[in-house]
C-alpha cells in the first residue's frame, strides 16, 4: 500500500489513535512501547486507516499517562528511544500510514530541567519565570494567588518551600508554563522541527486553547476549572484568550516549511470561537466533539452533523469526527447507558447494573457505519473496533488517572477507557505482552481480542475492516452531504449515489431501495431494524 500523495490528506483521512502505554508490549514489562507498535504495524495497515496519532511519548513520570513531559527531545524508556521512534515512523510510511504526533505546550512535568531550575532558583528569578509564580495572598502570602482549580481538582496553585507558589491548571505535577517568556517560545519552534526532522506528519496539539493566561489573576467564584467554561469564554482568565493566535502562527509558520504536514487542535471552545483556529495560518483542524457529546438520538445527530458541517463550510477546514478517545467513557458502553444516565458521572457513581452492554455493542457498530461516512477526517481510538466496553471496576489500588487521588477519592478517572488491548483469546495479557499489564483486562477481553474477531466475518473488527476499504472507494472529495428527511427516528443522508441510514429509534422502518453495500446488522424482509445503520447504493 502506498502512501497518499496529496500534500492535503488530512482532509479526508481516518486517523487511528495509538495510547503507547495500552497498545502492545513488546519487551514484556507490562507496560506498551514503540517495539510493541512496530510489531503491530500490519495490523494497523490492514485495518485502512490513513494515519495514526500517538498520545505522549516523550520521556516522562508518567503522572499524567504521558501529558507530563519532561524531556521533549526524548522517548520515555520504558516506551523506547528516539532511534525506536525513528524506526516506527518509518516503517509506518513503508505501511502507508502518517504519524502524528501530541504536542503538550501547556505544561510541562515537573520534572522537566526547567521546573527543577526553577525550583532551585530564588523567587524572582530568571528560572522561575519561565513558568508561572506568584507570592501568595493574605498578610503571610499563605492564600493561593487565585481561587483557581484545578481540572483534575483541588487548587490550581501550589506552594514551594520557600513561600512562593506555582499555577498547574492541571496536576501538581504539570506546571504550568509562561507564554509570555521568549526561551519559551522559541524553545516549542525547536520541539517542532527537532519531530518534524525526524519524519512525522503532524501534531494533535494539546490543550490548545490554554496556554495565555491572565496575569491578574482574577477571581473566579463558582465557575467550574473544565476544560470548556460553561459561560461565554471570551473574558476567561486562562481558556480561548486572543493572544494563543499569534503562538499559534508561529508554529504554522514552522510547519509551512516543510511540506504536507499538519497540526490538529484540541480546543474545548464555544462553537462561534472555534473558526477563528482554523483560519488559513493557524491550525489545519480542529477536533469536533459534538457528535461524541450527542446521546444516541437521531434528531442530535443530525442537528450536530448539520452544525458541523456548516461551520467546516465557513472557515474551509474539513470537519472532524470523534466517538471515543483516551478522556472519555467508551462509545460502546456509553450507547448502552439510559438515556438519562450521565456517562461522565456513571464510572464511580452507576448505576452499573443500568448497563446493557449488547445494546451499546450494537449501536456502536452502527455508529461505525455512521462516522465513516461522514464528510472529513474522522479519529478512531484503540480498541473501538474490537467494540471494547470502558472497565467500569477496576480495583481501586490500581487506579493511576490523577482524577482519582486529585478529586479526595471522589471522581474514579479515565483509567477505564485505558486498559491493554486484547491481541490474543488467552494467555498472558490476552497477547498484549509476556507480563502482567499496567492495568488488569477482564476476562472478556479474550472473546473480544484481535484474535478473535478476526477470522469472524460478522464481528466488529471485519465491520471496520469492511467499512473503511469501502470508505477509500466510495467517498472521497468534495465533501457533499444532503440530509434527507426519513422519520424522526432515522438518521438519513446521501452523499453521492450513496444513501447512509440509521434507524435510532426502537421500531423497524422500510429498508430504502438500492443495492445494500454494507449493513450494521441483520435487517430482515426489506426492513431497518432498530439500532442498525447500511449503506445503500441507489440504483440510477
Ligand atoms: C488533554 C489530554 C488529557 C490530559 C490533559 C492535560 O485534555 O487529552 O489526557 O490529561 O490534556 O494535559
Given amino acids: 500500500m502506498s502512501a ?18 495500552s497498545f502492545a508490549d513488546g519487551d514484556g514489562d507490562g507496560t506498551g512501547d514503540i517495539r510493541g507498535m512496530i510489531e503491530r504495524l500490519p495490523y494497523l495497515a490492514d485495518l485502512g486507516v490513513d494515519a495514526l496519532w500517538l498520545n505522549p511519548w516523550f520521556r516522562s513520570p508518567l503522572h499524567d499517562g504521558g501529558y507530563d513531559v519532561a524531556d521533549y527531545f526524548s522517548i520515555e524508556p520504558r516506551f523506547g528511544s528516539v532511534d525506536d521512534a525513528m524506526e516506527f515512523i518509518e516503517k509506518a510510511h513503508d505501511h502507508g500510514l502518517r504519524v502524528l504526533v501530541d504536542l503538550v505546550p501547556n505544561h510541562t512535568s515537573s520534572e522537566h530541567e526547567w521546573f527543577r531550575e526553577a525550583l532551585a532558583a530564588a523567587p524572582g528569578s530568571e528560572s522561575r519565570d519561565r513558568y508561572i509564580f506568584r507570592p501568595g495572598r493574605g498578610p503571610d502570602g499563605d492564600e493561593p494567588p487565585s481561587d483557581w482549580k484545578a481540572v483534575f481538582g483541588g487548587p490550581s496553585w501550589t506552594r514551594v518551600h520557600d513561600g512562593d507558589w506555582y499555577l498547574h491548571l492541571f496536576d501538581v505535577t504539570q506546571p504550568d508554563l509562561n507564554w509570555e517568556h521568549p526561551e519559551v517560545r522559541s524553545e516549542f519552534c525547536d520541539i517542532l522541527r527537532f519531530w518534524l526532522d525526524r519524519g512525522v506528519d ?16 482574577p477571581d473566579l467564584g463558582n465557575r467550574g476549572p473544565r476544560l470548556l467554561d460553561s459561560e461565554r469564554a471570551l473574558d476567561h482568565p486562562y481558556w480561548d484568550r486572543d493572544g494563543v493566535h499569534e503562538i499559534i502562527r508561529e508554529w504554522r509558520a514552522v510547519l509551512d516549511e516543510y511540506d504536507g504536514r499538519m497540526m490538529v487542535a ?26 461524541l457529546e450527542a446521546k444516541w438520538d437521531a434528531a442530535e445527530f443530525r442537528a450536530v452533523i448539520a452544525k458541523s458541517l456548516a461551520a467546516a463550510d465557513a472557515v474551509g477546514a474539513p470537519s472532524t469526527w470523534v466517538l471515543s478517545n483516551h ?10 447507558l439510559p438515556a438519562a444516565v450521565p456517562w461522565r458521572r456513571w464510572v464511580t457513581d452507576g448505576p452499573h447494573d443500568a448497563l446493557d452492554r449488547d445494546l451499546g455493542l450494537r449501536r456502536a457498530r452502527a455508529a461505525a457505519l455512521i462516522l465513516l461516512s461522514l464528510p472529513g477526517s474522522a479519529y478512531v481510538y484503540q480498541g473501538e473496533e474490537l467494540g471494547l466496553p470502558e472497565v467500569h471496576d477496576l480495583p481501586d489500588e490500581v487506579l493511576d488517572d490523577p482524577t482519582w487521588e486529585r478529586s479526595g ?40 481480542s484481535v484474535e478473535a474477531q478476526e477470522g469472524d466475518p460478522s464481528s466488529l473488527l471485519s465491520l471496520y ?54 449493513s450494521s446488522g441483520p435487517s430482515p424482509d426489506g426492513e431497518l431494524a432498530s439500532d442498525v445503520a447500511t449503506w445503500v447504493q441507489e440504483t440510477a
Fill in 266 to 291: 484540541e480546543a474545548w471552545v464555544h462553537a462561534d470561537r472555534l473558526p477563528l483556529y482554523l483560519r488559513s495560518d493557524e491550525y489545519h483542524q480542529s477536533f469536533n466533539f459534538d457528535l
Fill in 465 to 518: 475492516r469492511s467499512v473503511l476499504a469501502l470508505r477509500r472507494r466510495l467517498f472521497g472529495v468534495p465533501n457533499d452531504l444532503e440530509m434527507l428527511e426519513l422519520g424522526d427516528d432515522v438518521l438519513a443522508y446521501r452523499r453521492g449515489r450513496i444513501l447512509v441510514v440509521a434507524n435510532m429509534g426502537s421500531d423497524p422502518i422500510p429498508l430504502p431501495e438500492g443495492e445494500v453495500l454494507l
Fill in 409 to 448: 477519592h471522589l471522581r474514579r478517572g479515565r483509567d477505564g477507557c485505558r486498559v491493554p488491548i486484547p491481541w490474543a483469546t488467552s494467555g498472558p495479557s490476552y497477547g498484549f505482552g509476556a507480563g502482567d499489564p499496567w492495568l488488569p483486562q477482564p476476562e472478556e477481553f479474550g472473546r473480544l
Fill in 327 to 336: 478522556d472519555v467513557v467508551r462509545h460502546a458502553t456509553r450507547y448502552g
Fill in 4 to 21: 497518499q500523495t496529496d500534500a492535503e490528506w488530512w482532509r479526508h483521512a481516518v486517523v487511528y489513535q495509538v495510547y503507547p502505554r
Fill in 202 to 217: 503532524g501534531f494533535r496539539v494539546d490543550v490548545a486553547h490554554g496556554l495565555v493566561k491572565d496575569t491578574t489573576f
